[in-house]
């Protein structure tokens, strides 16, 4: 994101440091990550795991088909591939905005993320 008003992101993984750097290197080089296998930060946000609807129903195909055609594709599995996507806008112990996705590929849009809370 190149929006100077948006909060710095931070990634969090399931997969080791080194996987997470080689993930962030390719897709977002210079962005910061936290290696979180145990899934601590998932359970203190009460991100749910999915089912089979969630992870391969038609909102996951067509979220699939969109990146495919972006030129991404489905990589070695890290951490549990059934824990649904999150998004979250912390400040200090403050959850200021929270997305928890629906479907495996269900992601926010940046301009779903209110304005309210950039610097």
């Known amino acids: 994101?190149?929006?100077?008003?948006?909060?710095?992101?931070?990634?969090?993984?399931?997969?080791?440091?080194?996987?997470?750097?080689?993930?962030?290197?390719?897709?977002?080089?210079?962005?910061?990550?936290?290696?979180?296998?145990?899934?601590?930060?998932?359970?203190?946000?009460?991100v749910p795991r999915g089912g089979l609807r969630e992870m391969f129903g038609l909102g996951s195909w067509i979220a699939g088909a969109r990146a495919t055609l972006k030129g991404k594709m489905i990589g070695r599995r890290h951490g549990d591939p059934w824990t649904l996507p999150v998004l979250a806008v912390v400040d200090g112990q403050d959850v200021l905005w929270q997305h928890i996705g629906t479907h495996a590929g269900d992601h926010p849009r940046p301009d779903d993320i209110p304005r309210s809370i950039t610097r």
């Open 1 to 46: 994101m190149s929006d100077p008003a948006f909060p710095t992101p931070i990634f969090v993984f399931m997969g080791t440091p080194d996987e997470g750097q080689a993930f962030l290197d390719a897709d977002w080089p210079g962005a910061a990550g936290i290696a979180d296998p145990s899934k601590t930060l998932y359970e203190a946000f009460s």
